[in-house]
């Protein structure tokens, strides 16, 4: 069936509403029409499914389209069906349906009323289907997802790879559209192979993705990480994001971070049951959670337009993941930042899960592995890297402002004679030791396997101890990257020389290394460390002269005034306002607006005396980790649980819960009673007491209730609403 150009233009009017074809669209919906092997590659957000929905709709008989998510398929089917008056149109076969579901599925396919038929590969190969499609009209095959099909793929099915012989079954003549949002040369030539497309029709559309700004940060400790990602999102201000890391504990614990720093944020990952899924998904649809904290499972089926920001808390697994899942940013054509948080330790971590795998599969991901690390480490724009790695020229050596490599361009310096040194040295060492013993050698630390193995005594031992250790560290992971040496997964990552490094041992060349961010750091994240910033000696000392001075003019113990833990503290924070001094442990804002004036005082003195560089400007409030109470009782009041039930399922009376409460707020957290208080309190009541305690020196329960019990307001009432007061005014 040859259409004319017209005839295709008023199909997608009538059935889209489209006044005209996206990119490629339509010459792809003309090869379809053709009855030709269509293979099409174009990025997310490009209009791929159009590219099989119009064919189908005008051509006679049913297509058949494999998918690979059952959750998706309804969402595709009603989809469609929105733009159809007719239900019929548009259907899917799989195990959610019952058995006289799936009848009239096929009915409605026999009648010839069905155009679209979605279907997952393990549907198809059931027997029975198989039966049933030979006896009806199939008028093409479109495959989505089809890099599914490539063991080089980011999400790779076995299943996927017998379609071929399902079609073949049914009839060898239908024609196949394969479709995909990312592929290397490597997966393209995998899939054509494996669907054996016959003269194939290719259209690849670029994969540039111009609204994208790509950034890698060195990942450091766990804390100074989480700052520095609440600060990225502080300055996004309410709009929507994805975080994706790889542990399930990991989203857990940064969902839980962002929360106590005010962003709405929620984990999302395959242990949660189906319906909390379904929720967060839907929440994040509705923009009732801005963040969400995903393992990989987060986003095949949302299509969120305005994603703002995706960023990778751990180094993806490989570079289609990486460029898959900041795809999901920026949908709608404007701006998207793709943050990557990168240290070599997160690849080590990644190689180690590949050691108990067959050979093949180690082999590819240690190779996928060495990409993604490239990228992470390159000096160059990253934006050409990417482009290079799809097999896609890109002319500009630069993109200008939109990655951080070309923002900031990082300083060069030649090292070939320090290349040269660290070849030579894992060849005297006969290539039989890894990253961290060679650079121990290069710099000539006397370890017990030095001393063992009689290194020590060696002449290039020490040759580099004008470097340090990271410095030899980074230049062995960039002869790594210049082919110059490999690792040997197999055997614990031991480094030998490759025929390019022997070469340059005999003939060295000009070697240049861009100065990188140091990606190293040998921090274990899952340390419990101190917070950011380290504690003054010499203030300390002052306040706590200034602590006894002051207990002495008010007669008062000095622990009354400020206890040790909040002057350790002030020497590390800096507070110079009121505001910072209420975000200082154990420093309520009453205690603030009583105590604090002079030490304040001080403490701004001392800073600009001392040109002292205060940590930024605010500080990322800790979740409270000492005590699963308390994280409880946090998580029960976002989840606005009534106090009762709160209080019975952490086993503490009301009273107990009101200490813990005061506590969580006093260390910083922010907690939110309103849900509580509008259901319990009358509101006159609470404009009252809030009144009090805005007007009043102290934040004592005791004083207020003398002040307001003849107004009819209980203790509790108070209790509650000094809470929410705090938590409104101090946090
Ligand atoms: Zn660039």
Partial sequence: MIETKELLHEALK?????????????????????????????????GKSLCYQLPAIMMEGTAIVISPLIALMKNQVDSIRGYSQNDDVASFLNSSLNKSQMKKVKEDITAGKTKLLFIAPETLTKDENLAFFKEVNISFVAVDEAHCISEWGHDFRPEYRRIRLMIDEINKEIPIIALTA?????????????????????????????????EVRPKNKKEQTFKSIVQVIKGMDGQSGIIYVQSRKSTEEIAKVLRVNGIKAAAYHAGLDAKTRTKVQDDFLMEQIDVICATIAFGMGIDKPDVRFVIHYDIPKSIENYYQETGRAGRDGLEGRCITYYRYKDILKLEKFLRDKPVAEREMGAQLLQEIMAFSETASCRRRFLLHYFGEEYVEAKCGEKCDNCKHPKERIEVQEYLHQALSAIQVLNENFKIKSISEFLIGNE???????????????GVGKDKDLNFW?????????????????????????????????SKPVPFQMALNHDYSTLVDSDSESSKAGTLDKVLIGMLKDLRKQV?????????????????????????????????????????AKRYAKPFIELIHQYVEENNIERPTDFVVKQVANRSKIKVNIIQSIDRKIPL???????????????????????????????????????????EDILDYFMESETDSVEEAFKELKEDDITIDEIQLVRIKFLSDTAN
């Fill in 14 to 46: 009538t059935h889209f509403g489209f006044d005209k074809f996206k990119g490629q669209q339509e010459q792809i919906i003309q090869s379809v029409l053709d009855h030709k092997d269509t293979f099409v590659i174009m990025p997310t957000g490009g």
């Fill in 473 to 505: 560290k980074s230049l062995l992971r960039q002869a790594l990257l210049q082919n110059m040496i490999y690792k040997d997964i197999e055997n614990y990552g031991i480094l030998r020389l490759t025929e390019k490094g022997k070469q340059f041992i």
């Fill in 182 to 214: 990312t592929a290397t040369p490597k997966v393209r030539t995998d899939i054509v192979k494996n669907l054996n497309m016959r003269s194939v029709r290719e259209f690849v559309s670029s994969f540039n993705r111009e609204n994208l700004y790509y």
């Fill in 447 to 461: 370890t017990k396997e030095m001393q063992d193995f009689k290194f020590d005594e060696l002449d290039l031992f």
């Fill in 551 to 591: 207990s002495q003019e008010k007669k008062v113990p000095p622990y009354v005034i400020f206890q040790d833990p909040s002057l350790a503290d002030m020497a590390t924070q800096y507070p110079i306002t009121m505001d910072e001094m209420a975000n200082i442990t154990g420093v309520s804002i009453g205690k």
């Fill in 644 to 686: 009762e039930d709160i209080a019975s399922s952490n086993n503490l009376s009301m009273e107990e819960l009101m200490e813990e409460l005061d506590a969580i707020i006093i260390s910083g957290t922010k907690v939110s009673l309103d849900y509580y208080i509008e259901d319990n309190i009358d509101e006159n009541a609470t």
